[in-house]
């Protein structure tokens, strides 16, 4: 260990940078230290090169600790607005839920929210039969590489725009309103839910395809019952995902004016009616929380196949919040 | 009543020969193909499928040249290739698509007597109470068994199976190569087994053809399968136990150990 010789370099050998070895195993280790010290070295450029980025980031949009700690009784005061306090039986404190229904009730909020759905179901539907086309065409397996190419770019360059960007286009089309929203969501559910078909049927086996050639049947045949069929159940469980992706597109839109929930909520913070605005986030919670657990609760069902629990949808609400904590960390 | 006529079949991959001039030709038999893996068997039934283009030769069947994929032949592969997320009835409808439109065969219009030979070419393989049954919850036999309803349904005049029971245990094995033979017999059709179980090719084959590095080595009726042939077919697998002194020196596997102690 303290020899003599390995003494007045011992910060060379340490970086792995010291003279030939004459042992094979000694030299293996003197490479694998100098191996480490340049991952280390990378590494620590790595992260004074995100540093930089970070700091830029957050010069460019103006991140100021005191502006928080200044603003803070303004934002505390909100909070009493959002969550209005009140006491029940005269003494037990707790936030005055009946505030919320009151307005929900006067202002139609559940008819508001019924355009939200209504938005996104026929979006959905219509923008369907495009995305099943696009879809199926910019797939490999069924239209050969240059001429699928076509299909692919088309959906990217949708996909490319966002819903809410689409609307503003549409505006000359339909004017400001449920309309031009629905319009927009056809369009995003072509690109959107294209691009996911094209994904799954690039996974699909070879077997079941050469075994429907091997019947004699024609092109058109071979992609249907050869391909499609294979991944019928993935196609149904990616609809209801793009149509609980839709619902929260939906109230997006609503926000710059396309109706619905989302135009409601944008009216009380215009207006700074701070209760009124925590009513329709409720709601929009509720909503968008519920078709997210039924379609997770549909998708899981056709994912599965057969080993699914069978459960009630009692149960569905109980396990909900697992089922929605594991499909956000990527088991989706 | 079918004849297949192979003549002079050529296959090459590139610079590897898969097969190399073979000729047979087959009449309302049940004929065994055996041979090592890579001694080109699935290649020979690919090309009398149509699903491989040959390099030279030419297969007829009933005096007329095959083209891509036939539906005169009926296919069974190892790997059954079924539709696994439908019924058994529906995988075995799919074998009357080439006489459907596709309109037609999309919304299930096909005729009534088409569907009445999906179900009986089930009840051949005796799954009759079984046909609702997703395929991805049947057996393996049972798998492979839908598989030989699809390929009659088809109504072909000759039926190609490529190592049907490879995957099976030797139970499944009988019972699919029994009704496999019934099947034939039923439809009165020809078909050309590529088997990898001796004992069980002697049991069911009225002919044996034997394939050796892409060429025809043997070709014999039910009494001529010897074990002289069979042992000459598989020569280097059997006597790798032996270990006698003129293989020794092909099997390094037989030496290494030799040389390590």
Sequence with gaps: MSSDSSQPDGLRAYFGFDEQRESPVDNKLRDLKRRKTLRRLWTGLGIVGFALLFSWSLDTVGFSLTELYVQLPEFAEALTEYFPPTTYFGFLPFIDVMQYWEFMVEAELFAASQVTVAIAIAGTALGLPAALFFGVMASERVVPYPFNFGFRMTMSIIRAIPALVWVLILIPLGGVGPFTATLAIMIDTTGYLGRLFTDELEEIADGPIEGIRSTGANKPQIVSFGMLSQVFRQFIAWIAFDLEHNVRVAISLGIIGAGGLGLELNIQRRTFHYTEMMACIILVVLLAGSVELLSQRLRSYLREDDDVEQTGILEAFVTAPKKIVQSSMGKR | ?261
Excluded at chain 2, 50 to 67: C, F, R
Excluded at chain 2, 95 to 103: I, Q
Excluded at chain 2, 209 to 226: K, S, W, Y
């Design chain 2, 1 to 261: 009543m079918s004849t297949l006529t192979i003549q002079n079949l050529t296959k090459e991959y590139g610079s590897v020969t898969a097969l190399e001039d073979v000729s047979f030709e087959l009449e309302d038999e049940f004929v065994v193909l055996l041979g090592e893996s890579g001694a080109g068997k699935s290649t020979l039934l690919r090309c009398i499928n149509g699903l491989t283009e040959p390099t030279s030769g030419e297969i007829l069947l009933n005096g007329e040249p095959i083209g891509e994929s036939q539906p005169e032949v009926g296919m069974i592969f190892q790997q059954h290739n079924l539709v696994e997320g439908v019924s058994a009835y529906m995988n075995s409808l799919t074998g009357s698509l080439n006489r459907t439109s596709m309109l037609r065969s999309l919304f299930q219009w096909q005729p009534r007597e088409d569907k009445q030979r999906a179900l009986e070419a089930l009840e051949t393989v005796g799954l009759l109470d079984e046909a609702h049954q997703r395929v991805s919850q049947m057996s393996g036999g049972q798998q492979q068994r839908v598989g030989i309803a699809r390929a009659l349904v088809q109504d072909p005049t000759c039926l190609l199976a490529d190592e049907p029971v490879a995957s099976l245990d030797p139970s499944s094995a009988e019972t699919v190569m029994s009704y496999l033979k019934k099947a034939a017999r039923a439809h009165d059709v020809t078909a050309l087994v590529s088997l990898h179980q001796v004992n069980i090719a002697a049991h069911f084959g009225d002919r044996f053809i034997g394939l050796r590095d892409g060429t025809v080595e043997f070709d014999v009726g039910p009494d001529g399968l010897t074990p002289g042939l069979v042992d000459d077919l598989y020569g280097n697998v059997e006597t790798v136990g032996l270990a006698t002194e003129e293989t020794s020196s092909t099997t390094p596997t037989e030496t290494e150990p030799e040389a390590s102690v």
